[in-house]
């Protein structure tokens, strides 16, 4: 499997909200606020690769570990831009009073992956079987982590005619045995931990050949450790599935 490239943060000037949240209630009065700025980066997105970072201020009595997904945030954000040429989104999250939001061009970022830990996977399309195969092919190779803060980085490589930002949350979604699910009555399959990442990040290239594939590089470091919920890791593996369907 080729290298894959990931971008650094953009360059530009922030933008100041008081809130941001997942609903359209509070996309679509952001959208108007930041409209000059969209302008500007639609026009530089047909000619290079643009970036967006947003800053996520939670009140002090929310606990940063649980809820607030930053997929969650940024999946109707990258979809209500509309930019064509958007190779980088990221998001971090942390108490305060003011968000904010960068849009601006992009280069390749020659970070290395120290102290990350790292897996490579495939998934064949974004169907649930393909999840689990993913999440398995992850588990391989990263092992469980325990509760804790954690930055969370995607290198993600599509065919032409996949868009990429619907990938976000299925793959997301399979890193069961990375982000761990609560032992609950109840608790679906991929009912991850995902508001334990506290730094999220997420690079696109295009690979022609792909297909409806998608080739994911993982990176994951727990930044600390904090008493929590009893976690599952356990993932299904694609073997045992095939077993199970012909008993």
């Keep these: 499997m080729p290298e894959f490239t990931r971008y650094a943060p953009p360059a530009g000037s922030f933008i100041r909200s008081a809130q941001l949240g997942t609903t359209r209630e509070w996309v679509d009065p952001f959208m108007a606020q930041i409209e000059p700025y969209l302008a500007t ?15 996520v201020a939670l009140p002090e009595h929310e606990n940063l570990l649980a809820g607030n997904p930053l997929v969650s945030l940024l ?8 930019l ?13 009073d003011t968000c904010t939001l960068c849009i601006g061009p992009v280069g390749v970022s020659d970070g290395e992956p120290h102290l990350w830990r790292t897996a490579r996977g495939r998934c064949a399309d974004v169907s649930v079987k393909a999840q ?20 969370l980085d995607l290198a993600i490589r599509t065919g032409l005619m996949r868009d990429w930002i619907v990938t976000w949350r299925p793959l997301v979604d399979s ?21 334990r990442v506290v730094s999220l990040a997420l690079h696109h290239e295009v690979d022609v050949t792909l297909g409806n594939a998608v080739d ?10 904090a008493d929590g919920p009893d976690l599952d890791y356990a993932v299904r593996a694609p073997e045992a599935e095939a077993v199970s369907r012909s008993a």
């Design 41 to 55: 980066a639609r026009q530089q997105s047909t000619y290079m690769p643009l970036g967006v970072h947003v800053g």
């Design 84 to 96: 064509p040429n958007l190779r980088y989104v990221s998001a971090t999250k942390a108490h305060g």
């Design 175 to 195: 890193l069961v045995a990375v982000l761990g699910r609560r032992r609950r009555p109840g608790a679906r399959e991929f009912d991850v931990e995902d508001g």
């Design 75 to 82: 999946e109707p954000l990258a979809i209500a831009f509309q």
């Design 216 to 225: 994911v590089d993982v990176r994951w470091r727990l930044i600390g450790r």
């Design 132 to 151: 689990r195969a993913f999440g398995y092919q992850v588990a391989t190779q990263i092992p469980p982590s325990r509760w804790g803060p954690g930055h």
